[in-house]
């Protein structure tokens, strides 16, 4: 299982969301309408590098209390996450971009214009906050729909800070928005390319604390 699909119910009961995966009960149900299971080969029982599905961090509290005590999986402790703030400036055209908050559990995507703003110099600041887990990976893309995106891979800070962060140029341009999705899994696609334009805009951030 990719880790991209790890804790996404635990994960939406945090931070309010509906459900959004099978429950193990129906997937069992599935499995047993198409026929008896005679066996397991070796190679696919689980192990410490391909954990069964009921021990991995998946399920809210309660959700696996069908199952016999003794093979209930051992409670998880609990996700801890953060409020990164970043700000974006320098971006040509900003109507009609998209930005793209990707990490290794999903992406959240917004409109730039709808961002808050405020004015440093010459330069229009936008302002926008994800949700990050302390040692999860993070990118920040910035695109048009359909087109390329400007992509900052983020090394998130060890503290939370008051202090802003520098300012840092895009490490690479994935060709459109659809290409980022890899990025949940730490890999650029084959198309991506570091010819960054010159004037391309800038971000930095800041970690502000646990939720």
Not at 155 to 183: A, M, N, Q, Y
Request: charged residues 25%.
């Amino acid at each position: 299982m990719s880790e991209a699909n790890s804790r996404p119910r635990t994960i939406d009961k945090r931070i309010g969301r509906g459900s959004t995966c099978l429950l193990s009960r129906t997937v069992t149900k599935r499995l047993l309408s198409r026929g008896t299971l005679k066996g397991i080969p070796e190679e696919h029982r689980p192990s410490e590098a391909n954990p069964a599905i009921k021990d991995l961090p998946l399920w809210i509290d309660g959700e696996l209390d069908f199952l016999p005590e003794d093979q209930r999986p051992k409670p998880q402790p609990p996700t801890e996450f953060c409020k990164l703030r970043y700000q974006l400036k320098g971006v040509k055209d900003p109507g009609s971009k998209e930005v793209h908050a990707i990490t290794a559990i999903g992406i959240g995507s917004g409109v730039l214009s709808r961002y808050s703003r405020t004015t440093q110099g010459v330069d229009i600041v936008y302002e926008h906050t994800a949700v990050v887990e302390p040692n999860d990976r993070l990118f920040i893309a910035v695109g048009d729909r359909g087109k390329g995106c400007l992509v900052f891979p983020v090394s998130l800070p060890k503290s939370s800070s008051s202090e802003w962060g520098e300012w840092h140029r895009p490490s690479f341009v994935e060709p459109d928005g659809r290409s980022v999705f890899g990025l949940m899994d730490g890999e650029k696609s084959p198309q991506a390319s570091t010819n960054v334009p010159a004037d391309a805009c800038r971000l930095r951030f800041r970690l502000e604390g646990s939720m």
